[in-house]
């Protein structure tokens, strides 16, 4: 019997040492899953922060003085529908205006080219303040090259419009003023529907290549709208061009989407027009002759 107690130590001792060994590697085995989960952990950190950091981050090509950088912010949700992009004058239909027989009524060109150089010359182009308001905004006006349009000539045309006593003079409250270089507020930039579509959609906004917008600091007109209007926009295609300066501005100075106050009523020109006038006659205009303003109910 004394013999047979070594053995048991031996077998005891063995035990043991299997134990401390099957401990160990299930220590192990835990180290290396728990080094699994933190890799992992770490790996979908840096994913989201990866992808996050580029969400506010629309810069537009560089190359000119006329080229800013968009950026989404309050401004860019101010487009129809509150962050769809403009279709009170574009979208393939466009608001109609009353027909016009004057001997100055001129046929739209053609959309010009559906792509430009991406790059902005600004209009030299200065103006005197219109309106008596105390608030003043100051703008410039950029077109793109290859766009095939003369910069200052848009310049002058958009000065008419902002400039006109229907416009949002009227109110007595704003004033604008061209300007060609120096401080300002915002840019008009008129561009092709490709490079409208790129700065557009750097603030999430589809543009499909018809219909404007307004991002950041700029007011961005469609080449193929400017030029050619819309099939249901029966005047001349320089009353249209009022209707989209004065439906983006009127955005910009904090007015919201209206719709049409009654049966045969001029629609207000912050209306979406493109839709349907609901009774209301087109009209590009925010205020008639006698400085009334043309409103309606607001829409929610």
């Not at 105390?134 to 703008?139: I, K, N, S």
């Amino acid at each position: 019997m004394r013999q047979k107690k070594p053995a048991a130590r031996d077998s005891r001792t063995a035990r043991r040492s299997e134990e401390r060994k099957a401990t160990s590697r299930r220590r192990g085995l835990l180290g290396l899953a728990a080094l699994a989960v933190v890799t992992l952990l770490a790996a979908g950190l840096v994913a989201r922060g990866g992808h996050g950091g580029h969400g506010g981050d629309g810069g537009a090509e560089a190359g000119s003085a006329g080229t800013s950088r968009t950026s989404p912010s309050p401004e860019a949700v101010r487009t129809e529908a509150r962050g769809r992009p403009s279709a009170s004058t574009g979208a393939g239909k466009s608001p109609k205006a009353k027909p016009s027989k004057s001997p100055e009524m001129s046929a739209s060109p053609g959309p010009g080219p559906k792509s430009g150089t991406g790059l902005f010359t600004t209009a030299s182009a200065s103006g005197g303040l219109v309106g008596h308001g105390a608030t003043v905004r100051r703008y410039t006006v950029q077109v793109e090259g290859g766009s095939g349009i003369s910069a200052t000539e848009a310049a002058r045309q958009i000065e008419r419009v902002l400039a006109d006593p229907r416009g949002w003079t009227a109110n007595g409250r704003d004033s604008f003023q061209l300007v060609g270089s120096g401080p300002h507020d915002f840019e008009v930039k008129i561009a092709t529907p490709d490079t409208v579509d790129r700065l557009c959609g750097q603030a999430g906004l589809d543009t499909h290549g018809e219909v404007n917008c307004d991002v950041g600091s700029q007011v961005i007109v469609n080449l193929k709208r400017w030029l050619t209007g819309s099939p249901e926009f029966s005047g001349p295609v320089e009353e249209y061009r009022a209707l989209i300066i004065n439906h983006e501005v009127g955005h910009r100075i904090g007015h919201g989407h209206e719709t049409c106050p009654g049966a045969g009523r001029p629609a207000p020109a912050m209306m979406q027009q493109i839709y349907g006038l609901k009774g209301c006659a087109p009209n590009a205009w925010p205020y008639d002759r006698n400085g009334t303003y043309l409103g309606g109910p607001a829409v929610a």
